[in-house]
T-cell receptor, first 110, second 112 residues
């Protein structure tokens, strides 16, 4: 257990539905990251926050994706109108010197 | 072309044997290179982190090396254990950015 938690661990949804994931970072870490990982690949950067400010977004983050970190604590990642291609593991990490990853949320879009 | 390439893609070894995993990268300049271990269905866990000026870093039975001239890194696992079965991912952090660039990983299986 790295101290970073994610909820839910697994999510199955039908195409076209909206889903929201939550990440609780290590409390003293002010930087929080979201990644997407598909089977057999390494994680790909989506976005990151410093406190409540979203500082960088990947081109992978289409307009159906939105991330927030109100009050600089937990973060949420929402995917609207899900597509089958969104099926992946969504990883959250928080950082002091190195990044500590949560266990991930496995999303399956039917 | 991926900026971080790893080989082999997969590896099977017997318990107690040593193995070496390779990472070639094109990211330049970079601030640090890391190796992560990722168990199936779990998030990655950091094993070693080396700045561009370091040549080697050990963490128990794991030893990472870095040659910044040839842009190569290796992860050597000594006296493998069944619990070493996992994916090992090489990660490079470009200089001046907070992003991490991940390799696709080497899937290691240790059999008794």
């Amino acid at each position: 257990d790295t101290g970073v938690s994610q909820d839910p661990r697994h999510k199955i949804t039908k195409r076209g539905q909206n889903v929201t994931f939550r990440c609780d970072p290590i409390s003293e870490h002010n930087r929080l990251y979201w990644y997407r990982q598909t089977l057999g690949q390494g994680p790909e950067f989506l976005t990151y926050f410093q406190n409540e400010a979203q500082l960088e977004k990947s081109r992978l983050l289409s307009d159906r994706f939105s991330a927030e970190r109100p009050k600089g604590s937990f973060s949420t990642l929402e995917i609207q109108r899900t597509e089958q291609g969104d099926s992946a593991m969504y990883l959250c990490a928080s950082r002091a010197y190195t990044q500590y990853f949560g266990p991930g949320t496995r999303l399956t879009v039917l | 072309k991926n900026q971080v390439e790893q080989s082999p893609q997969s590896l099977i070894i017997l318990e107690g044997k040593n193995c070496t995993l390779q990472c070639n990268y094109t990211v330049s300049p970079f601030s640090n290179l890391r190796w992560y271990k990722q168990d199936t269905g779990r998030g990655p866990v950091s094993l070693t982190i080396m700045t561009f000026s370091e040549n080697t870093k050990s963490n128990g039975r794991y030893t990472a090396t870095l040659d910044a001239d040839t842009k190569q890194s290796s992860l050597h696992i000594t006296a493998s254990q069944l619990s070493d079965s996992a994916s090992y991912i090489c990660v490079v952090s470009p200089f001046g950015t907070d992003k991490l660039i991940f390799g696709t990983g080497t899937r290691l299986q240790v059999f008794p």
